[in-house]
């Protein structure tokens, strides 16, 4: 570009960054000690790495930020700690709210989250029974991720939030439709045996 040098910084945490991970929590001796470590993840640590990088690496040069949903509120943050250091803000997202409580956002947030499953359901029928499958089988309690840790249903849940996105819902369908690839795979070659799948 001609104007502008783009840095895209791994925050902590992320990338190239000191992943966070069940195996590292596991290393801490209690909560506490692990509550302090994770004090070092926040947006006032990560402000920080910014402003050493641009006083070390760019000769103390002020800059632009350009802020998406968590990089909006870091910049939000940035301009709070070390507005020195920045020429210049955009935020496409990730701005606080002024006036409402966070119980005024869950109240408006419910009643969406609600309609989006409904939709979901609406679309994909099946997946309900499968959903529901799924939930009982990470119920058993000994399904794990490839980092090791423990899924379980209420982190499940959570694929809910690419519902907010344009291709949410077939994301998560296609996940959840191949959560029993046997089943998926029968009902795709044999579809008259559709009553034998759901057995398995």
Known sequence: MKNYRIVLLDQRGTGRSTRIE???MALFADGQAGADYLSHFRADSIVADCEHIRKTVFGGVRWETLGQSYGGFLTLTYLSQAP????ACYVT??????SATADDVYRRTYPR???KNREY????PA???RIARIAERIGAGDVLLPDGDRLTVRRLQTIGIDFGMAPGYDNVHWLVDEAFPIRSALVRCFPGLGHVADLL
């Open 113 to 115: 989250v609600a309609a």
């Open 127 to 129: 997946d309900r029974d």
């Open 22 to 24: 069940s195996a590292t």
């Open 84 to 87: 020195e250091g920045l020429a």
């Open 93 to 98: 997202g990730g701005l606080a709210g002024l």
């Open 121 to 124: 359901y609406q679309r994909y």
